[in-house]
């Protein structure tokens, strides 16, 4: 039995922002676990701490520890639960406790509260009454007027009374001081959901998405499996969404919805609202800190039952959870880039576990990762494969790119896609274009020599944008477009040009009536511009959208009816072992935005690739052909998810500090890790070497079992701790990478 207790006190303030170790008196020995709330000694008060780990060795002298006084009882269980949430997070993801504590307990960022003041009358009915007419006999107009509005209402909004009803702060204080009324200052929460008006919900499911939420409900009921909705672009998954959530709140339940933060956009939100009114709310990057706060506030009161955002909104403090839903959960924004780097699908099930809930998965291309799972029979895997209303998924073409340069076409739109837009263009019907690129033109490069512009200080290559600069998308550096070659001195130098900007200008030089929409990274940097631009092009003020991923995620448009990817093997060419399937999901949702309302959809898949398998399953729908040659391929390379992968990142503005630290760990590893089955490689550069002048070598572990990786990633830390002498050497971790270093 432990006899000591490591406790974090208050991870908001920097000079508390470690652990205290305390004794643990023999009489709370069996009651102390981690997670729990204790009330402990501090200096000279008395003050309430967590218990983050138990150990029966003592950090410091034991004559000058502390007994804990007690457990504290009072103490939210969703407290102790995010606690214990934390230390899995730092188990399986590695970094520093306080670094997982002040992930999943957002520390409550300063920001002024909102007060707002009520105007009240506190003179009796009668009275009030005799005054109003006396009032309007001496002609005090204006004391009258707010009078008369208090006899209706006995209490209103300084702000109403002020400015609807014209009323001056001289004359409520004259009111006052008569001892007619009172002003009153309240705590007031701020709710980004902007519209107050629930609307009238009348949908009814269809059989197949009825079929499905019978089927989580009784798995909630019994095993409590993750569930995978594997559902194609159209078939209503949100409507599934939203009908386990009511069943949820019928029972006192409240529900997290996470979503993409580029899918999350003032039409998904409004769904939900218009069926739950103002017991929903949001959580997103564009909220100012006050509205952040005062979301988990709101969660915390129980003035809200569902609550939608990214990542984040997995830790908002409900008390009986029910479900967590993850749609779009291919999704790599799941897997967090920060320490630690967790994976939302992996910690949401964690948190269910806990707390009793049900995580349900949903996508029309679902992870590997998750249908491996689902294959294996560690989630529910339901099917959704009609549209609603049965609806035709599109047509597609693959439209062969090297073909289209042989015919002398040297456009960025093949002649098959011209035709096209042309056709939609008459007809009233609206266009989305594709390309997973940003920026007016790619990389820089020499046609003579092969020289590529690069940022001085990240080994990646600058991108041109029309202001004339060349742009690092790492560090920010800047410099003048250049002319002439730097390498050779000759003058053929330019960028690739695929971005959007480029596009944007091309596709208005062809289609000049057109009524043109980009949507793109620079396009949505203020606060509304996401809504302001896919309001517009829902409203059809536009009849082509330009844009890059951001507009093939989940979004309804029922007069699309032809979508044209411009370049769909661009990301085919990365250096990441999850390129098909990104290429293949991509293709796919994009695909899926055609034809969603009554005429029939149309795609144009434009490839320099078209025998890829990602693009031939993407061109038929055919995810199940696509994850059969998939994990054929992760088999053989024994990728996750058929085995798990380790990379171990060490970092410093020396090189040579660097890759010593990288080839000491190597070393290690392999003198005190005998098992055969472990495949170690490196230490070779990141994919990105050098980002802000700090050089990058990793080491990639890979091992069937998990459980062996964390052990080496246990065993590199204890070896860091060692270490003297290391504190210019940043060492981080990351399992089954999604997003890389």
């Given at each position: 039995?432990?006899?000591?207790?490591?406790?974090?006190?208050?991870?908001?303030?920097?000079k508390?922002?470690?652990?205290?170790?305390?004794?643990?008196?023999?009489?709370?020995?069996?009651?102390?676990?981690?997670?729990?709330?204790?009330?402990?000694p501090?200096?000279?008060?008395?003050?309430?701490?967590?218990?983050?780990?138990?150990?029966?060795?003592?950090?410091?002298?034991?004559?000058?520890?502390?007994?804990?006084?007690?457990?504290?009882?009072?103490?939210?269980?969703?407290?102790?639960?995010?606690?214990?949430?934390?230390?899995?997070?730092?188990?399986?993801?590695?970094?520093?406790?306080?670094?997982?504590?002040?992930?999943?307990?957002?520390?409550?960022?300063?920001?002024?509260?909102?007060?707002?003041?009520?105007?009240?009358?506190?003179?009796?009915?009668?009275?009030?009454?005799?005054?109003?007419?006396?009032?309007?006999?001496?002609?005090?107009?204006?004391?009258?007027?707010?009078?008369?509005?208090?006899?209706?209402?006995?209490?209103?909004?300084?702000?109403?009374i002020?400015?609807?009803?014209?009323?001056?702060?001289?004359v409520?204080?004259?009111?006052?001081?008569?001892?007619?009324?009172?002003?009153?200052?309240?705590?007031?929460?701020?709710?980004?959901?902007?519209?107050?008006?629930?609307?009238?919900?009348?949908?009814?499911?269809?059989?197949?998405?009825?079929?499905?939420?019978?089927?989580?409900?009784?798995?909630?009921?019994?095993?409590?499996?993750?569930?995978?909705?594997?559902?194609?672009?159209?078939?209503?998954?949100?409507?599934?969404?939203?009908?386990?959530?009511?069943?949820?709140?019928?029972?006192?339940?409240?529900?997290?919805?996470?979503?993409?933060?580029?899918?999350?956009?003032?039409?998904?939100?409004?769904?939900?609202?218009?069926?739950f009114?103002?017991?929903?709310?949001?959580?997103?990057?564009?909220?100012?800190?006050?509205?952040?706060?005062?979301?988990?506030?709101?969660?915390?009161?129980?003035?809200?039952?569902?609550?939608?955002?990214?990542?984040?909104?997995?830790?908002t403090?409900?008390?009986?959870?029910?479900?967590?839903?993850?749609?779009?959960?291919?999704?790599?924004?799941?897997?967090?880039?920060?320490?630690?780097?967790?994976?939302?699908?992996?910690?949401?099930?964690?948190?269910?576990?806990?707390?009793?809930?049900?995580?349900i998965?949903?996508?029309?291309?679902?992870?590997?990762?998750?249908?491996?799972?689902a294959?294996?029979?560690?989630?529910?895997?339901?099917?959704?494969?009609?549209?609603?209303?049965?609806?035709?998924?599109?047509?597609c073409?693959?439209?062969?790119?090297?073909?289209?340069?042989?015919?002398?076409?040297f456009?960025?739109?093949?002649?098959?896609?011209?035709?096209?837009?042309e056709?939609?263009?008459?007809?009233?019907?609206?266009?989305?274009?594709?390309?997973?690129?940003?920026?007016?033109?790619?990389?820089?490069?020499?046609?003579?020599?092969?020289?590529?512009?690069?940022?001085?200080?990240c080994?990646?290559?600058?991108?041109?944008?029309?202001?004339?600069?060349?742009?690092?998308?790492?560090?920010?550096?800047?410099?003048?477009?250049?002319?002439?070659?730097?390498?050779c001195?000759?003058?053929?130098?330019?960028?690739?040009?695929?971005?959007?900007?480029?596009?944007?200008?091309?596709?208005?030089?062809?289609?000049?009536?057109?009524?043109?929409?980009?949507?793109?990274?620079?396009?949505?940097?203020?606060k509304?511009?996401?809504?302001?631009?896919?309001?517009?092009?829902?409203?059809?003020?536009?009849?082509?959208?330009?844009?890059?991923?951001?507009?093939?995620?989940?979004?309804?448009?029922?007069?699309?009816?032809?979508?044209?990817?411009?370049?769909?093997?661009?990301?085919?060419?990365?250096?990441?072992?999850h390129?098909?399937?990104?290429?293949?999901?991509?293709?796919?949702?994009?695909?899926?935005?055609?034809?969603?309302?009554?005429?029939?959809?149309?795609?144009?898949?434009?490839?320099?690739?078209?025998?890829?398998?990602?693009?031939?399953?993407?061109?038929?729908?055919?995810?199940?052909?696509?994850?059969?040659?998939?994990?054929?391929?992760?088999?053989?390379m024994?990728?996750?998810?058929?085995?798990?992968?380790?990379?171990v990142?060490?970092?410093?503005?020396?090189?040579?500090?660097?890759?010593?630290?990288?080839?000491?760990?190597?070393?290690?590893?392999?003198?005190?890790?005998?098992d055969?089955?472990?495949?170690?490689?490196?230490?070779?550069?990141?994919?990105?070497?050098?980002?802000?002048?700090?050089?990058?070598?990793?080491?990639?572990?890979?091992?069937?079992d998990?459980?062996?990786?964390?052990?080496?990633?246990?065993?590199?830390?204890?070896?860091?701790?060692?270490?003297?002498?290391?504190?210019?050497?940043?060492?981080?971790?990351?399992?089954?990478?999604?997003?890389?270093?």
């Amino acid at each position: 039995m432990a006899k000591y207790a490591n406790i974090i006190i208050d991870i908001s303030h920097e000079k508390l922002d470690k652990t205290f170790q305390y004794r643990i008196p023999p009489e709370i020995k069996d009651e102390i676990t981690e997670g729990m709330q204790v009330i402990v000694p501090f200096g000279n008060r008395t003050i309430k701490g967590y218990v983050i780990e138990l150990t029966d060795k003592a950090e410091f002298d034991t004559a000058k520890l502390k007994d804990i006084k007690a457990v504290d009882n009072n103490a939210m269980q969703i407290e102790s639960q995010f606690i214990a949430l934390a230390a899995w997070m730092r188990k399986n993801y590695g970094g520093t406790m306080n670094q997982a504590l002040k992930t999943v307990i957002p520390i409550k960022e300063k920001a002024k509260e909102k007060k707002s003041r009520l105007v009240r009358l506190v003179l009796p009915f009668n009275e009030a009454a005799s005054l109003l007419e006396e009032l309007k006999r001496k002609h005090r107009t204006a004391r009258a007027r707010l009078l008369e509005a208090l006899l209706e209402e006995t209490v209103l909004s300084y702000d109403v009374i002020t400015k609807k009803l014209h009323i001056t702060a001289d004359v409520i204080k004259a009111m006052m001081q008569q001892g007619v009324i009172t002003v009153e200052e309240v705590r007031t929460y701020r709710n980004p959901v902007r519209t107050q008006e629930k609307g009238a919900y009348t949908l009814t499911l269809n059989a197949m998405q009825q079929k499905v939420v019978d089927a989580v409900i009784e798995n909630a009921r019994t095993e409590k499996k993750p569930c995978l909705i594997h559902g194609v672009t159209g078939s209503g998954k949100t409507e599934v969404y939203m009908e386990l959530i009511a069943e949820a709140a019928g029972r006192g339940k409240q529900s997290i919805v996470l979503i993409p933060e580029i899918a999350l956009t003032y039409q998904t939100v409004m769904r939900f609202y218009h069926r739950f009114g103002d017991r929903v709310s949001i959580m997103n990057s564009k909220l100012s800190p006050g509205e952040r706060s005062d979301q988990f506030e709101r969660a915390k009161k129980g003035e809200i039952d569902v609550m939608i955002g990214p990542r984040s909104a997995l830790f908002t403090p409900f008390s009986n959870l029910g479900y967590i839903i993850i749609d779009e959960e291919h999704e790599g924004t799941y897997k967090s880039e920060t320490i630690p780097r967790y994976h939302a699908r992996e910690t949401a099930i964690e948190r269910a576990r806990m707390s009793g809930a049900t995580v349900i998965l949903g996508s029309a291309t679902p992870s590997i990762e998750s249908f491996y799972h689902a294959k294996k029979g560690d989630y529910l895997l339901l099917s959704m494969d009609k549209r609603v209303k049965e609806k035709p998924l599109p047509q597609c073409e693959i439209v062969d790119l090297r073909e289209e340069l042989k015919a002398r076409n040297f456009s960025i739109l093949s002649r098959s896609l011209h035709k096209k837009i042309e056709q939609r263009l008459l007809r009233k019907e609206q266009v989305m274009l594709f390309i997973n690129r940003r920026g007016m033109a790619g990389f820089v490069s020499c046609r003579a020599c092969g020289h590529v512009m690069k940022c001085p200080h990240c080994d990646v290559s600058l991108h041109a944008h029309n202001n004339g600069k060349l742009i690092c998308h790492y560090c920010g550096y800047e410099q003048n477009h250049v002319k002439i070659c730097p390498n050779c001195g000759s003058k053929y130098i330019s960028g690739f040009k695929a971005g959007t900007q480029k596009i944007e200008e091309l596709v208005k030089k062809e289609f000049p009536k057109a009524r043109i929409l980009r949507m793109d990274f620079d396009t949505t940097r203020s606060k509304d511009s996401y809504e302001k631009i896919l309001s517009a092009f829902a409203n059809q003020e536009a009849d082509i959208l330009i844009g890059t991923q951001m507009i093939v995620k989940g979004h309804d448009f029922p007069n699309v009816t032809l979508v044209g990817v411009l370049a769909a093997d661009l990301s085919l060419y990365v250096s990441d072992y999850h390129a098909a399937e990104r290429t293949f999901q991509l293709l796919t949702q994009a695909a899926g935005r055609a034809g969603r309302g009554e005429k029939p959809g149309e795609v144009i898949i434009q490839t320099y690739n078209p025998e890829h398998y990602s693009v031939i399953c993407a061109k038929n729908q055919d995810y199940n052909q696509f994850y059969e040659e998939e994990i054929f391929y992760r088999q053989a390379m024994r990728y996750p998810p058929v085995w798990h992968m380790l990379v171990v990142l060490c970092a410093s503005k020396e090189e040579a500090e660097a890759y010593a630290c990288a080839k000491e760990l190597a070393d290690t590893m392999e003198k005190v890790q005998a098992d055969k089955k472990l495949q170690m490689i490196g230490p070779a550069d990141a994919a990105v070497a050098k980002v802000n002048d700090i050089y990058k070598k990793v080491l990639y572990f890979k091992h069937p079992d998990y459980g062996v990786l964390i052990q080496i990633k246990d065993k590199v830390e204890q070896l860091m701790e060692e270490k003297q002498g290391v504190k210019n050497i940043s060492v981080q971790f990351d399992f089954d990478p999604v997003n890389g270093f």
